[in-house]
């Protein structure tokens, strides 16, 4: 068992596990905020359904995993670096190594770790910290309300954007690779997987900009 967490097989498994685990939050994330792109109620809603103790008590294992991804990924891109010099991450044959986002997934996990911490501060702050902190429900900002102040500022906007763009080329080279270190590596199906990948990674993406230029045109009475 202790080689799962020591073997170079054992910690490209933990990463891909753990990297299909968050993509799948990302999936319910960006339901739920596309939610917003219907009404306001309707956000509303879904942000009380992710106050539920059931989605709540998630929280600290969703950040466990974002944890254990980050070090894993370091950990690997490093000892990679050292192996092949330039090229970050192993690569299977040509075609993934003139990939840019298979090479630079480090850069790119980098980029969305640190507008990660910028997005809690907007929103995990102001919602979710204070209700584990004992705040009553009804005493917590408007969630549709928070959204327009949000984004309302351009550069904000902006930087969200990027944001997702970084995350787009994380998910579009990290979700095949993760079936592929799963096991499923054969020609048939590496293909399909990247087909899956693009679409994954695309309507998660297209979904958080639509939310961002959709709030900052309503906020700023444009739309």
């Known amino acids: 068992m202790a080689n799962i967490f020591t073997s170079s097989i054992g910690k490209k498994l933990i990463m891909s596990v753990t990297g299909l685990f968050l993509i799948i939050f990302l999936l319910l994330h960006a339901t739920i905020n596309g939610l917003s792109l219907i009404s306001a109620d309707a956000f509303r809603a879904g942000c009380d359904f992710m106050a539920l103790p059931i989605i709540t008590v998630m929280v600290p294992i969703l950040a466990a995993g974002f944890i254990i991804h980050i070090i894993y990924a370091i950990y690997l891109s490093w000892t990679n670096y050292k192996a092949r010099g330039n090229n970050r991450y192993a690569v299977a044959n040509k075609s993934q190594a003139d990939n840019w986002a298979a090479k630079n997934m480090l850069i790119l996990g980098i980029v969305v770790l640190g507008l990660l911490a910028f997005h809690l501060t907007h929103f995990w702050a102001d919602m979710q910290l204070l209700q584990f902190q004992g705040v009553p429900h009804d005493q917590l900002a408007d969630p549709y309300g928070l959204l327009l102040e949000t984004f309302g500022t351009w550069w904000v906007t902006v930087l969200y954007i990027i944001w997702f763009v970084a995350l787009w080329m994380h998910l579009t080279h990290g979700f095949w ?8 590596n054969n020609n048939i199906w ?5 087909v899956i990948s693009y679409i994954v990674a695309t309507i998660i993406c297209l979904v958080f900009v639509a939310v961002a230029v959709v709030s900052y045109l309503k906020a700023n009475a444009i739309m």
Not at 190 to 194: D, E, F, P, V
């Open 190 to 194: 590496i293909g399909r997987l990247k």
């Open 177 to 184: 690779s993760a079936f592929h270190t799963l096991g499923w």
